[in-house]
């Protein structure tokens, strides 16, 4: 049996509410097919506008098999190319950021501008047509202060997401923010892995002392039903809405992806030890209130998202192989917010770096376990793994449409 037809087999027998088998987490050719159907036809979130401030700022990223660089041109737009020499294939950009009037290709000084448009190509003869070698563009699109590219040639309709998303994100003038911090850790375990973990808090009270002090373990904040239930978490909702914050949990038919705000413990209002600010500038000018929770994001493949009254904290996946994935955090804060002043960068970050770290070794863990020739898929948690069982599925359901080319009916999580 070949891989394609291994993976349709064993999606399409697969038990509801529990893992997936083995090869789903290990097996080199199951993540190609992942790549192929996934990361290379979905929209990937890869960073934020505020990153590119002026024309010819530029940040790099690697989705896969493909080098992207990421551009801010001349009129203003966002664009996304392939960071690849149409000469002899060398990469354009070669740093994780930076600032350029002109790409220049390092190699040989081929030289594009920032739309990809090549401008000098030195000694190519008189035959040469430069209009035909310039850098192949990537569908690149900007909602709410997020920028998302997709690798397909014929990219799904980004509409419906930057409807669905912008009453929530907008308030909060990411646009006008700035990075205060950035990091990315390698977890040496499955893509499907990390997400997996993420999406309960079952684990959070025996392995996130420090999120614990301001996150609810709840499994109606982390998971996909209950909060309409929740008389807190309504009442909470119901006060943010009042002042013009969207806040009620949505999800998207398709199941991936969905936004809601939901409180934090007690009286704490950021992600810090005390609960209290970490930044003392407010994120936006236009959200006069500090106890707003956190507004939640999550869209699959790439992203999951805190955004608080002090600061945002932003999640972004990128799979590195079948048994390695790069999870970079970043922390916004307010344009004008100054380090050493308004906030302590320390403070601003402790929570979630402590947090992250533990979280990649909860991933490795169970990574070498699934590695086991033991292990055999288990049950999820009815009351706690909901969102778990739900990224499954959605998983699952997509896989199992873009392996057999039909749509096939939704699992209720």
């Known amino acids: ?47 934020h506008d505020c990153e590119l401030q002026k024309p010819g700022d530029y940040m790099t990223v690697q989705i896969g098999e493909y080098p992207i660089v990421i551009v801010r041109a001349d009129d203003g737009r966002i664009n ?9 294939g060398s990469r354009v950009c070669t740093e994780h950021r930076g600032s350029a009037t002109k790409l220049v290709c390092p190699y040989h000084q081929w030289t594009y501008d920032l739309e990809g448009k090549l401008l000098f190509a030195r000694q190519m003869g008189d035959n040469f047509d430069g209009a035909e070698f310039g850098m192949k563009r990537v569908a690149c699109e900007t909602a709410g202060g997020y920028i998302f590219v997709c690798l397909a040639d014929q990219p799904m309709d980004f509409a419906p997401f930057r409807a669905f998303m912008e ?7 990411l646009r006008d923010a700035k990075v205060a911090y950035e990091s990315t850790i390698i977890e040496k375990g499955n893509w499907k892995l990390v997400w997996e973990n993420n999406r309960e808090c ?45 806040s009620r949990f949505v999800m ?20 810090t030890i ?11 000018d236009s959200v006069n209130m500090d106890r707003i929770g956190t507004l939640l994001l999550f869209h699959y493949p790439t992203t999951w998202n805190h955004v608080l009254s002090d600061h945002a904290v932003t999640f972004r996946v990128l799979p590195i192989s079948a048994t390695e994935t790069a999870v970079t955090t970043k922390w916004l804060v307010h344009k004008d917010a100054v380090e050493g002043i308004d906030y302590r960068l320390e403070e601003l970050t402790h929570v979630w770096t402590e947090t992250n770290d533990q979280d990649r070794q909860i991933v490795e863990e169970n990574a070498r376990g699934i590695a086991s020739p033991a292990y ?16 499954v599925e959605w998983y699952s359901d997509f896989m199992v449409e873009r392996l057999t080319g039909r749509p096939r009916l939704r699992s209720v999580a």
Not at 19 to 42: G, M, N, Q, S, V
Not at 167 to 173: A, E
């Open 1 to 47: 049996m070949d891989t394609r037809a291994d993976m349709l087999s064993r999606l399409q027998g697969r038990r509801p509410g529990f893992t997936l088998d083995r090869p789903f987490y290990l097996d080199a050719d199951f993540h190609k097919l992942d790549l192929e159907h996934i990361w290379y036809k979905d929209w990937l979130f890869v960073g």
């Open 80 to 88: 996304a190319l392939h960071n690849s020499c149409r000469h002899r």
């Open 167 to 173: 009453p929530y994100f907008l308030p909060h003038r």
């Open 202 to 246: 079952y684990h959070c009270a025996g392995n996130h002392p420090e999120l614990c002090k301001t996150y609810p373990e709840a499994p109606s904040a982390t998971g996909v039903s209950g909060a309409d239930d929740d008389p807190e978490t309504v009442e909470h909702w119901q006060k943010c809405e009042s002042i013009g914050l969207p």
């Open 252 to 271: 998207d038919q398709s199941g991936q992806f969905r936004a809601a705000r939901m409180p934090l413990l007690r009286d704490a209002v950021s992600y």
């Open 274 to 284: 005390s609960g209290r600010k970490a930044v003392q500038m407010r994120l936006s």
């Open 376 to 391: 055999q898929p288990g049950p999820y948690s009815e009351v706690h793994e909901g969102g778990v069982a739900q990224f």
